[in-house]
């Protein structure tokens, strides 16, 4: 072993540890007095990883869920019975009604949450009544008579729409949910809903 070693190693360490312990402490054995931690891993690095992690986590957080250009704070709709079924007619992305981008539904009405909800009732055949118990609503629909109801879209979620045809009996397409969605979904959901109106004949 030479003498000017600045460091020795011991002489009953196995000679592949010893090339092992050399090859980690080769680049500071000439500058400092003792070997420190391997340069491969630096201590340095712990610091520098948590404040990298913490910026990351804070851009997340700073994301929008959803883009303001989507929010939904009126919807102006449309109730129209006929053929012991409920269409709701929507007004599309322009928000107009009606409009060339009007969109078609039934049985379930989607709203954004929320929103300040404005449906005009309307019926081709017979008289219907339409219950939202949820949001304190009930209201007619008879042919040849314009109703119209309003109310303010509770949080996410599915609450039930009773429609009735006042026979008696119960018409399962009568029979539906108001479905009040964040404005992202209620989004999707427009952009799904068949652009033209569809004739039903189900009873
Ligand atoms: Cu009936």
Not at 38 to 67: C, K, M, N, T, Y
Not at 142 to 165: K, N
């Amino acid at each position: 072993m030479n003498d000017k070693a600045i460091f020795r190693i011991p002489d009953q360490v196995p000679e592949d540890a010893k090339a092992s312990w050399l090859s980690t402490c080769r680049y500071r054995g000439r500058f400092f007095s003792k070997p420190r931690m391997s340069p491969r891993h630096p201590i340095w690095l712990v610091p520098l990883g948590i404040a990298a992690a913490l910026e990351f986590a804070f851009f997340v957080q700073r994301l929008p869920a959803d883009r303001p250009a989507d929010v939904v704070e009126e919807l102006d709709g449309e109730i129209f019975a006929r053929d012991f079924c409920l269409q709701f007619r929507y007004p599309g992305k322009d928000q107009v009604l009606p409009s060339a981008d009007d969109r078609y539904g039934s049985t379930d009405l989607y709203v954004p949450a929320a929103a300040v909800v404005r449906l005009i009732l309307k019926s081709h055949d017979y008289v219907y009544t339409v219950e939202i118990q949820e949001v304190g609503i009930y209201e007619i629909a008879a042919p040849d008579l314009t109703f119209e109801l309003q109310f303010t879209a509770p949080e996410s979620g599915t609450y039930a729409l009773l429609g009735s045809q006042m026979c008696g009996y119960a018409h399962p397409q009568l029979l539906g949910e108001l479905i009040v969605q964040s404005p992202a979904e209620f989004s999707r959901t427009m952009k799904r809903l068949s652009p033209i109106p569809f004739p039903t004949t189900q009873q």
